[in-house]
């Protein structure tokens, strides 16, 4: 059973943030997420409510591992075949059934796991003057869940976890 912990109705300038949900995680992909093809349903029940509110991003590998510090730049060695060096630029896109709401819905690109960290994500949060955000996508529980509520936190934003079924979260 889902869990909710709203403080009052979702207003106007809430904000959907649909995280990766592009063809590099579905199950063709290198990096396959097994929950985002199914949750595509939950997707486009949001985005369609407001698709001018909706943000989508997209995860952007490096060039190749050199361009990357640290650790990172091992684990690119790693996996090269997902750098830009070699992966196929589709790879990159959104899935397709969410590819036809943009534009209305913009596309923010990120170059780090979190799109809470390291992109101009906020910037463009509070340039739209989004005050909540609706979060769903590939990934949105763990690790990711909690960099998210971090953030909502430090940027005095409300936020809502929009859970899938398949992804083992739970709707806050």
């Keep these: 059973m889902a869990e909710h912990h709203l403080r009052g109705p979702i207003g106007p300038a809430a904000t959907h943030l649909c995280i990766d949900m592009q063809r590099l995680l579905a199950p063709e992909g290198p990096w396959p997420t097994p929950w985002a093809e199914p949750a595509l349903e939950c997707q486009v029940g949001l985005i369609e409510r407001r698709p001018a509110a909706t943000f989508f991003t997209r995860f952007i590998p490096p060039k190749t591992p050199e361009d ?6 091992r684990y690119y060695e790693k996996w090269r075949e997902v750098t830009r060096e070699f992966i196929d630029p589709q790879l990159l896109d959104l899935l397709e059934p969410l590819q036809k709401y943009v534009p209305p819905a913009c596309v923010v690109d990120k170059t ?28 949105t529980f763990g690790r990711p869940c909690s960099r998210a509520v971090e953030c909502l936190e430090q940027w005095r934003f409300e936020g809502v976890l929009a859970a899938t079924p398949l992804s083992g979260g739970t709707a806050r």
């Design 112 to 139: 780090r796991y979190s799109a809470f960290v390291g992109s101009a994500l906020h910037s463009v949060l509070r340039k739209h003057g989004a005050n909540t955000l609706i979060i769903s996508g590939a990934e």
């Design 68 to 73: 990357m510090p640290g650790a990172w730049k």
